[in-house]
């Protein structure tokens, strides 16, 4: 460049800032230095090469240069005219990438827990054990961490389950257990538990640390599993406009199936149920003991949110059916503000056993609102005209008589034929 006397000296901002911008997938900048490599001050001098110039911007050098070819500093020889950077310039841009200030090299902390899961009640138990190592993110160099529990795929509040906060610590202790309840063998393989590490603060929002993400068809039935793992980002979307069109057009196809999953999988919820036929006394034989149908409403579990607080107030109606008296409605109490309410309620139905095979126990979960209609969650039919577990579960309890038999039921849509109201 040459500058005649008297005029001031200009530098374009293209010769300020070398960037790449040839086409493909957009690299992450690791640091901004790299863009601007110096030599050592200790390091020998290099005489520049007239076949190869070291050239710090694309719009300055011989006429041979071009001002299209802008520099980029991980293409170090690749191109034999202006743009192109020396071996030494290349080495010492490799050291700036790779130095200790990258974000990639900065350990999050890891994470040690157990699962075990238990077939007989299908319960899921998650024992968070500690913590090491974690990122300060308080203005202290420390964190208020604690642990919160999801299982996906599924709805962010049925399935979140948080332990305690331990305030001012990098490694902190919980030995805290979480139980999800519900859990059925199908659900331990195909779905994964997402723990997530948190720092809480009471004035702005609460910060990310990391998570780890475990297949639960790892876990056997009835064994426990200790896991200890580093804690990662986030997996990070695909952006559309870093792929080409082939590979847009694949992104676009795995999206449209991931949510066609997600809502195959989407459940209202689940109940357990107990059943209990209690046979007749034989004559002399506790005279104040009658016989019938035992039915309990133990609790439900992942219910859909149906309040704007994304919790519901949810309640149990039960109906023996067909109901000509309509007398056999029994309903639970309302349990507020949660998705997974527990009720541990019986109620009896005094009938025959000749009587119960051509009945049927319709089971419905609705959220109570006040001053307008109740919202219905979901429910669940059983007789001998059903199928799948509902028929499974009425049968067993017809055949052992005086047996308690307990349970977890999925809640359906809608009913056929339903025609409960309050």
């Not at 999050?108 to 968070?128: N, Q, V």
Request: net charge neutral; hydrophobic share 35%.
């Amino acid at each position: 460049m040459t500058v005649r006397k008297g005029k001031k000296l200009t530098i374009s901002i293209q010769e300020h800032m070398a960037i790449d911008v040839c086409p493909g997938p957009i690299r992450p900048i690791r640091q901004i230095s790299a863009y601007f490599p110096r030599l050592s001050p200790t390091a020998d001098p290099i005489s520049p090469n007239p076949a190869s110039p070291l050239a710090l911007s694309p719009g300055v050098g011989t006429s041979g240069g071009t001002r299209g070819s802008l520099l980029s500093p991980l293409q170090a020889g690749a191109r034999g005219g202006g743009g192109t950077l020396s071996a030494a310039s290349s080495i010492e841009t490799s050291v700036d990438i790779c130095s200790s200030d990258s974000d990639d090299s900065t350990a999050l902390g890891t994470l040690e827990f157990e699962l075990r899961y238990e077939r007989a009640t299908s319960s899921l138990h998650c024992t968070i054990i500690r913590a090491k190592g974690l990122k300060p993110m308080d203005f202290n160099g420390l964190s208020d961490p604690y642990v919160k529990l999801h299982l996906l795929p599924g709805a962010c509040k049925a399935n979140k389950l948080k332990t305690k906060t331990v305030r001012n610590s990098l490694n902190p202790v919980w030995n805290e257990t979480l139980t999800y309840f519900g859990i059925t063998e199908e659900d331990m393989h195909r779905k994964t538990l997402r723990l997530s590490v948190c720092d809480e603060d009471k004035l702005t929002h609460n910060e990310f640390i990391g998570e780890s993400r475990v297949a639960l068809r790892r876990v056997k039935p009835d064994q426990t599993k200790r896991f200890y793992t580093c804690l990662e980002h986030p997996p990070p979307l695909p952006s559309p406009t870093a792929m080409g069109a082939a590979l847009r057009g694949i992104s676009c196809y795995l999206r449209e199936w991931e949510n066609e999953q997600m809502t195959s999988l989407e459940e209202r919820g689940r109940i357990l149920i107990s059943l209990q036929f209690l046979t007749p006394p034989a004559e002399g034989e506790g005279e104040g003991r009658r016989g019938g149908l035992c039915v309990g409403v133990l609790r439900c579990a992942h219910l859909a949110a149906m309040d704007v607080n994304g919790f519901s107030d949810p309640y149990v109606k039960i109906y023996l059916k067909p109901d000509v008296k309509k007398k056999s409605k029994h309903k639970t109490a309302v349990i507020k503000k949660t998705l997974n309410p527990e009720f541990n309620e019986e109620f009896f139905y005094e009938i025959p056993l000749s009587d119960l095979v051509h009945k049927t126990l319709e089971v419905t979960v609705w959220d109570y609102d006040l001053g307008r209609s109740n919202d219905f969650i979901g429910g669940v039919c059983l007789s001998c005209h059903v199928q799948g577990d509902a028929l499974r579960h009425w049968m067993d309890c017809l055949r052992n008589k005086g047996q308690r038999v307990e349970r977890w039921h999925i809640l359906a849509n809608e009913l056929p034929q339903t025609t409960c109201h309050d």
